[in-house]
């Protein structure tokens, strides 16, 4: 099984161009002050995983990145230009972005070849046969092509959470934002997810990923990043941040996680 990605790189961006830059992000819910003043990189085909307790960021940085929640504080540029600014267009920014949350959020009066090409026919405007093509050459790839034409609901949720992805992939985002996407799953449907998502990282995508599964975040980081009440604890290899914790709070937080 291969995932193709065809990754082209935005006509704003360069090498040395973070993909995803945060600068100073502070988001307020209330008086619960969620990320302060937070400040992370993600280099093109970079695969960074966020590590943390319920409540510490994780997910809300994954949808300020998104613009599904506006920031109270700081900056985020998406290859080089100011997503955050309030003049930015919010739809076109999101169209350079896959997405994919716990809860595959799969259309159930749409079939699975619909379902994969949605964004790529209503947002990017793709024909319908280059978008089926597309669509098909990602089912075929992710194992599901005779799944094409059933409805999300006859399909485990292994096979709906690698739908999701192959949804995200089908328009070639610049960056894959994916969100505890095995936190839903039965423990048996994990590895067939994760195993897709390591796929992908080898064909180079740049993915910032929440997730609690520490062996996976082991074997396919680039780079570990530990968030603690809305603030980045510790950063780095996954060898250092997972096997050699320099913080006391990251061994904590590992203890309780891996015994």
């Not at 100073?24 to 993600?42: A, H, Q, T």
């Not at 003049?87 to 595959?104: E, L, S, T």
């Not at 936190?183 to 993915?207: F, H, N, Y």
């Not at 082991?218 to 950063?235: K, M, P, T």
Request: contains cysteine; proline residues 4%.
């Amino acid at each position: 099984m291969s995932v193709s990605t065809n990754y082209e790189a935005s006509p704003t961006s360069d090498n040395s161009t973070p993909v995803l830059r945060a600068v100073g992000v502070v988001k307020r819910f209330g008086d619960n002050v969620v990320l302060r003043g937070l400040d992370l990189d993600v280099a093109a085909h970079e695969v960074v995983v966020l590590l943390g307790a319920s409540g510490s960021g994780k997910s809300t940085l994954l949808r300020c990145a998104n613009l599904l929640e506006r920031v109270d504080d700081g900056q985020i540029f998406l290859a080089g230009e100011d997503i955050t600014d309030p003049r930015a267009n919010a739809d076109k920014i999101r169209a350079r972005i896959g997405v994919v949350f716990q809860h595959y959020n799969l259309f159930p009066h749409m079939s699975v070849l619909d379902n994969v090409t949605l964004a790529a026919r209503k947002v990017h405007g793709w024909e319908k046969d280059r978008a089926r093509e597309r669509g098909m050459e990602l089912l075929e790839r992710i194992g599901l092509k005779d799944k094409a034409k059933e409805y999300p609901d006859r399909l485990s949720g292994g096979q709906q959470q690698r739908v999701a992805i192959a949804r995200a992939l089908a328009t070639n985002p610049e960056l894959l934002l994916l969100d505890e996407i095995t936190a839903a799953l039965d423990p048996v449907l994990v590895g067939e997810v994760l195993d897709l998502v390591r796929e992908i990282k080898e064909q180079g995508s740049t993915i910032l990923m929440a997730t609690h599964e520490i062996s996976f975040a082991r074997q396919a980081a680039d780079r570990v990043v530990f968030l603690q009440n809305g603030q980045i604890v510790e950063q780095g290899p996954p060898e250092q941040v997972i096997d050699n914790p320099h913080e006391q709070a990251t061994r904590d937080f590992l203890a309780r996680i891996l015994h």
